[in-house]
């Protein structure tokens, strides 16, 4: 049976993943925990315990590889894989990821733009066409999409995704302002840009506070 990692764990490794990038973009070659964790904020010990979890990749007395530790937990991540994505909700947010070319680099492809408004149809992004919604079904058919952005009002977006779920989509990324409740099977990263704002809300009060008291 397969070890069951925490989601907490799951959630640094993009961080790892990010961290070595930059230092291999800087040259450096290998790095021990202690000195990534200065980097990170994240204890040694917590990096040791992370990474033991696929393995440990590390070795007593040298540390990290750090082309190696980024091309292994890039594998983790599914890195090295080609993931097609189309994005369901063609307005602001929905071109503005279609325009982020770098998830093209980590391997994410945006290959559709679908909306209902029919102001978008024709319209260019980044040279992806917005097609309507009716053409969502059969271009489905004819493409292999492995994940769905919904970048739509949250009133619309439980049952267009139910709709993607029975046209046979396995993953959905969603933006919409609610938590999507879909089959098992079905993996949903639900992203909540409010949710963010007031974590950061909190840290500014937080800060403050701790200025008045000094």
Known sequence: MEKEISQAVIRRMPRYYRYLGELLDDGVERI???ELSTRMRVTASQIRQDLNNFGGFGQQGY???VKYLY???GKILGMNQRHNIIIVGAGNLGQALANYVKFEKWGFVIIGLFDVNSALKGISVRGIEVRMMDELEEFLK???VDIAALTLPKEKADEVANWL???GIRAIWNFAHLDLELPEHVVVE???LSDSLMQLSYNI???EKSKDKK
Do not use: A, M, P
């Open 63 to 65: 540390g990290y590889n």
């Open 205 to 207: 009060v937080r800060t």
């Open 71 to 73: 091309d292994e937990i």
């Open 142 to 144: 004819k493409n292999q």
């Open 190 to 192: 639900n992203v909540h």
């Open 32 to 34: 021990s925990s202690n």
């Open 165 to 167: 779920v029975n046209l």
